[in-house]
């Protein structure tokens, strides 16, 4: 693993100097990434794994825990616990060693996907985790594909190697052929199923050999080199040799490991193991630390901006509401993306243009917080959210910097979200207008005013579900859903200017998004078409544009 270096004091008397030192070293003791997956590929068992051996928890809880099985520290809210899935992103900071990790869980389920590309604009390394018996799925491809489009570095956990799967080889091959990316396997599986016994690191030429441990603890692992007299008793003489001509096979295929192709994203360090019974973490672990990409500078307004800029800047990535159910909290989560951090700094907000006192910055650990001092890049902190924060805002001292917003996807299912009980309006807003901000659904709004009723646009139906048991969870309001019919969303690229000189259009509806922009909503995508044809002229957008400088408007 890549150990820090030690910062001395300069004899220089330049505070300056001193500070770029100490920033450096800070930066290169962090390691920022999330976790990818299909639902159900053990992604938040991962998760728990990394931080036991992380030393952050003492017992690694289960998804869908038994008896007295102590459940998930990611999955903090209440019906994530009940539904056993991932339902939001989660941010865990937590050290290893001397390394600095921030860990950004998020969810699997395909209905949560917009949290999911928010959550990887704050990421500099992605860990894609496969099922060793499905191979790549349709949610992993999706999230891929992202990953690909920011230039993400990929790091590849081969799953469930404990269970009957496919053959390794086979695995290789589907994601060099269906991702185009090239892999280099780190560790190679000795059997698999009930005979998995453990992995030869290509790397130092050992064999590591796992005992299943005791639920939710450490397990033990033993070394031994390659030709070593005691591995023969210890495996089988089948499946060491079964495993040594496959590597043979890895290695006649020529294919090196290249770091810079790794943090180009076009190359993915392969490792083989079980979240669930802890074989093959450890290993993964120290080898990810010591490959992945340290924090990189961000695309701004003036250009990348170095994470050694002595100038602090951040960006919101996130809003969540109410993870302190006691206290009705909102919290921002802002990823430093340059100079340090400090507690009770005062910053530029870009968008409004006031300057923010930031008093009580925490550190997240799942739904737990504590007050942090110091950050930075490649961290993320919480901030108390009185209203101010939206997605995408950019935090600065300095030299005036936006950093790239984060952009809106198209919903595909549209219902009118109704009160029907007049005395709890008051709560019925506050609710909506805080689940809006922090991004648990997307609120449109009817053209005619005396409509007061939001329209929540989701990409899942889960997503109307979550949003209806928090606001009667956490607001106390009972509400009722009344589907719309519509199936696809466009933005008019020229607002309602370019709406009005169209004129009278059909089969579509009007409405209009938070931020006040035209949206067309149509039942299929053969209305859409149709529009298209008979005014080839309007520019419609599947994506929102990013909006700066303008705050949205509420229930």
């Excluded at 340290?294 to 960006?315: E, Q, T, W």
């Excluded at 039942?523 to 949205?552: I, R, T």
């Amino acid at each position: 693993m890549i150990q820090a270096n030690s910062v001395e004091k300069s004899s220089s008397s330049n505070p300056d100097d001193f500070f770029a030192k100490a920033l450096a070293a800070e930066v290169s003791k962090r390691r920022n990434f999330a976790i990818i997956s299909h639902p159900d590929a053990g992604k938040t068992t991962l998760t728990e794994k990394l931080l036991l051996y992380g030393g952050a928890i003492q017992q690694a809880g289960a998804v869908k825990a038994r008896g007295e099985q102590r459940k998930v520290t990611s999955d903090w809210m209440e019906l994530e616990k009940q539904r056993g899935i991932s339902i939001t992103s989660t941010v865990l900071q937590f050290d290893y060693g001397d390394t600095t990790i921030n860990l950004l869980d998020t969810p699997g389920h395909q209905d949560f996907s917009e949290d999911t590309y928010r959550t990887l604009a704050a990421a500099d390394n992605a860990v894609m985790l496969e099922d060793a018996a499905k191979g790549l799925e349709p949610q992993t491809r999706k999230l891929f594909e992202v990953c690909r489009m920011r230039h993400i570095p990929i790091f590849t956990f081969i799953n469930k190697m404990d269970r009957p799967g496919q053959e390794p080889l086979a695995l290789l091959d589907e994601i060099e052929s269906e991702l185009e990316l090239l892999p280099w396997a780190v560790n190679w599986p000795i059997g698999s199923g009930e005979q998995f016994r453990g992995v030869i690191d290509r790397r130092s030429k050992e064999v590591v050999l796992f005992s299943r441990a005791e639920r939710g603890k450490q397990s033990s692992e033993r070394r031994l080199k390659l030709d070593d007299p005691k591995l023969q008793t210890l495996v089988e003489d089948e499946l060491l040799e079964k495993a040594l001509e496959e590597l043979e096979l890895l290695e006649a295929a020529g294919t090196v490991m290249d770091e810079e192709l790794i943090h180009a994203g076009e190359l993915t360090p392969v490792f083989f193991g079980s979240a669930m019974t802890n074989f093959g973490v450890r290993p993964f672990l120290d080898a990810f630390l010591e490959m992945a990409q340290l924090p990189v500078a961000r695309n701004s307004s003036d250009g990348p901006i170095d994470p050694l800029d002595p100038n602090f800047s951040g960006f919101v990535f996130k809003l969540q509401a109410n993870m302190d159910p006691r206290h009705r909290d909102r919290v921002a989560f802002v990823r430093v993306c340059s100079g340090r951090f400090e507690k009770d700094m005062t910053v530029r907000h870009a968008r409004s243009g006031k300057n923010i006192r930031l008093s009580r910055p925490q550190k997240i650990f799942g739904q737990d917080r504590a007050v942090v001092d110091n950050a930075y890049p490649g961290d993320v902190i919480g901030l108390n959210n009185p209203g101010m924060f939206a997605i995408g805002d950019t935090l600065y001292k300095g030299q005036y910097v936006e950093y790239e917003g984060i952009p809106c996807f198209s919903p595909e299912i549209f219902s009118w979200l109704r009160n029907p009980n007049p005395s709890a309006f008051k709560n019925f807003r506050k609710g909506v207008n805080e689940l809006r901000e922090e991004g648990a659904i997307q609120i449109l709004y009817d053209t005619d005013q005396s409509k007061r009723d939001p329209i929540l646009a989701a990409v899942g139906q889960l997503q109307l579900e979550v949003v209806q048991h928090r606001l009667e969870n956490e607001y106390g309001v009972t509400t009722r859903l009344d589907p719309m019919g519509f199936q696809v969303a466009r933005w008019v690229s020229g607002g309602w200017k370019a709406l009005d000189e169209l004129g009278r259009i059909f089969n579509c509806k009007t409405v209009q998004d938070a931020w006040q922009r035209p949206v067309l909503l149509f039942k299929n995508d053969w209305n859409l078409n149709q529009l298209q044809e008979d005014h080839p002229d309007l520019a419609l957008c599947a994506v929102a544009p990013v909006v700066s400088g303008v705050d949205p408007i509420k229930l």
